[in-house]
């Protein structure tokens, strides 16, 4: 891994993008702090061709977009001519909106549209990839839910944002899981968590909580990760201090 792959993930500044002038200034924020790279969630209601100049004015890059569930699966096209506007190749299904994972008919669909999408993706030069959470590792006959969606779809059609906090949440293995997803892995959310004193778990700074992250990023690296993206669904102090402390951690990784 090195310095230039590492990117945040703008969700853990969700209280500070809500607006184009708070987007720009947190951007700007960002930069300051060393990351070379974004991926969005959202472009602060401006326009994504707007937004995507915004944040190169500020000297970062856009590795990647979270985008809406419901237009990835029922108007991919759009999707195609958001990223275009972006100008960045790779869009991530951020989450399986209104999906029963024990409803074996919607799992059906789901991994149905996921494949369909992707095509239309691949054809304009894109890449879907799929991000999951803990209850992709529902089992259904012997194997998890996100084990199907990645065996009964292309590798050309659909590829990975592996949350490694969600795998190890869901009772999965990271480090195997990156393993078993090798050349499907463009995209990776470092993500690290500890627990309280009563069990409850709680995330934390990459680096200062519990899972191995050496080995992770080991494993993803040698899986054709491009990028490692730092993520933190809630933070304890201020979420720029969470952020910096993360880069410093994973600045001592790079080669």
């Not at 989450?95 to 095509?119: C, H, M, R």
């Not at 720029?240 to 001592?252: Q, V, W």
């Amino acid at each position: 891994m090195k310095i230039e792959q590492i990117a945040i993930q703008l969700y853990t500044l969700r209280d500070f993008t809500a607006n184009p002038e708070d987007f720009k200034t947190t951007l700007q924020r960002v930069r300051e702090i060393g990351y070379p790279a974004v991926e969005l969630a959202g472009t602060a209601g401006l326009p994504p061709a707007e937004a995507a100049k915004i944040v190169r004015d500020a000297g970062l890059e856009i590795c990647s977009s979270h985008e809406s569930p419901k237009m990835i699966l029922e108007n991919p096209q759009a999707v195609v001519d958001r990223l275009g506007e972006l100008g960045i190749t790779h869009a991530a299904y951020p989450w399986p909106e209104g999906i029963d994972f024990s409803n074996a008919k919607q799992v059906e669909n789901l991994i149905a549209g996921l494949d369909s999408a992707g095509t239309v993706l691949r054809h304009a030069g894109m890449t879907l990839c799929y991000h999951n959470h803990a209850h992709e590792f529902f089992q259904r006959d012997g194997r998890t839910v996100l084990e199907e969606i990645f065996a009964r779809t292309s590798p050309e059609h659909l590829q990975a944002e592996l949350d490694i906090h969600w795998v190890q949440a869901g009772g999965g293995n990271p480090a195997e899981t990156c393993r078993r997803l090798a050349g499907r892995l463009p995209l990776l959310h470092v993500k690290d968590f500890t627990v309280t004193a009563t069990g409850e778990r709680q995330f934390a700074e990459v680096g200062h909580g519990n899972l191995n992250i050496p080995e992770i990023l080991a494993a993803a690296e040698a899986a054709g990760c491009k990028w490692f993206i730092v993520e933190q669904d809630t933070c304890p102090t201020d979420p720029f201090e969470c952020i910096t402390r993360s880069l410093h951690y994973l600045k001592g990784l790079c080669e």
